[in-house]
């Protein structure tokens, strides 16, 4: 009933003010009486002393009845205040009524304790309050030795009425007061609540995400200043929620579209933002607020999310997993969860490249060492043998010495087949684009190569139409390319076989096709052909001088002019191998 702040201010204002009237109420009432009876008491003590108690005094002894002592006293009824209410009383000394107001004689009156005090010779006091009178009792004694109490007794009814009346007068007073009170409490709480009002309802306002609602406030005390310093505080939260807002937008369009999957538990473990690239990769949909750190992590990671928690207090943790074939790592770092407490982000990169490059980069070295190994030690062990041997035959030491050179050559070409792939990796080589007669090129490669094929009987041919588009790329190079995919036939065609050299123009740009009849390559190994150092049949090629960089040296020479080359092989039946090329337009 009294929740609202305008009518607890209206039950406070009307309970001060009839509190503070009762209060009032209270002590004019007690003044009041304290006053009639203080006043009562020194009226009679100045009444009953000086001429008038002589006078008194003379009327006892000329009339030991009494009865002319009350005649005396009567025409000093003013003076004692005699009326309804107060009476006067001449006793005997034993307390017997002799006469007086408003009493039958003989009539005995309550003994009290001033007329008891008066009897014994002493003195009035103030009568208690809770008594409903008030008295007062005099010793008169004549010079016969005869006593007379006069006693005068007011019954009270007369401050009563006065009471009534004043009380009366309070309870109207109190009446106004409180209705003054309310009307002044509805004002003064109007005045007070119709801003906080105003605040609440623009606190509802910005709850709904609505800013727009502005506190109007003309006063200039604390209410004036509390509406302009909410305006002001509603406009900075404004700004800085849309300020949030954007950052919160920014980051999430990062975390959906970052090529890295980002996977975030607050700190009871619970998934708390996976984005579309972490689910890719884990291949499962996983519920927000629902999955768990273990129901995403347990096949890639033996640590639960406690266990994880205590790894990250010495700093980040990282982790490689494979999924699918592809290598990733995945770094765990923790992160402030807001007042709640430490969760755990992870985001996860693709490293199979990278991965796939170092295995790469180890195999290059492994080959690199086997082969310059071989030559290394056949030179140095026929050196020594030579050297050693100082009465050596001549034909021997020629042979011997023979072998030497072979080996070293063998080793420059394998050195400079190094320093063009490292070349095309850097993008160090010269190539120099300019556009030559494909027919031109595929001549040269076939004279280049001739004399080469006719030495295991093979027959050499070629195919070039007359009227064709140029290539735009290095001629030199491309005859590098063609003579390297047809020296591999030649090695690789038995004594007897076929080669073909083909060119011709299509829609994708000039086609150049090696064709033979040889031992042709298993499908397994078609797929690492381009690969550095890769050869199909090992033994034969190092007897055959070939160091497994030419079919890499092509790939990377035809993919630096922006052509394409592939091959095409069945054991036993032979191998086609196609480069496309440029047109010049």
Known sequence: MFKGLQAKMVLILVLLSVLSMSVVGVVLVNSVGSFYEDDFLSQMDSFFSGTVLTQITDSANADESGEELFDVLSVYSSQLGLDTYRNMYILSEEGNLISGTNRQLGQALEKTENMLSAMSGGGNTQTPRSEGYMDYAK??????????????????????????????????????????????????????????????????????????????????????????????????????????????????????????????????????????????????????????????????????????????????????????????????????????????????????????????????????????????????????TVVENSDMEEDDKARFLGVVLSETDRMISIVKDLLVLSRLDNRKMDVVMTPFSAKEAVIDVYNAMKIEAEKHNQTITYEAPEDMAQVLGDKGRIEQVLVNVVSNSVKYTPDGGEININVAEGDEGIIFTVKDNGMGIPEESLKHIFERFYRVDKARSREQGGTGLGLSIAKEIVEAHGGTIKMESSVGRGTTVTIVLRKNK
């Open 139 to 384: 010793k008169i004694t004549t010079d016969g030795g005869k006593t007379f109490i006069i006693y005068v007794k007011d019954t009270k009814e007369e401050v009563r009425d006065l009471l009534w009346v004043m009380i009366i007068l309070i309870i109207k007073t109190v009446v106004i007061a409180i209705f003054i009170a309310c009307l002044l409490s509805f004002i003064l709480a109007g005045a007070i609540s119709r801003p906080i009002k105003n605040i609440t309802k623009s606190v509802k306002k910005i709850q709904e995400g609505d800013f727009s609602y502005h506190i109007d406030s003309a006063s200039k005390d604390e209410i004036g200043m509390l509406s302009e310093s909410f305006n002001d505080m509603a406009q900075v939260l404004e700004t800085t929620l849309s300020k949030i807002e954007d950052e919160r937008e920014k980051l999430s369009t990062i975390f959906l579209y970052m090529t890295d999957g980002v996977v975030a538990f607050d700190d009871r473990g619970m998934l708390l933002h996976i984005n579309e690239t972490a689910s890719g990769i884990l291949g499962r949909p996983y519920i927000v607020g629902a999955a768990t750190f273990e129901a995403v992590f347990f096949d890639y990671t033996d640590l639960n999310f406690e266990e994880m928690q205590e790894k990250l207090t010495n700093g980040t943790f990282v982790s490689e997993i494979t999924i699918n074939d592809k290598v990733y790592k995945c770094d765990f770092a923790d992160f402030s969860h807001g007042n709640k407490g430490r969760g755990i982000i992870t985001v996860i990169h693709d490293i199979t490249e990278q991965a796939e490059i170092d295995r790469s980069r180890r195999e290059f070295i492994a080959n690199v060492s086997h082969e310059l190994r071989t030559p290394l030690t056949n030179v140095k062990s026929y050196t020594e």
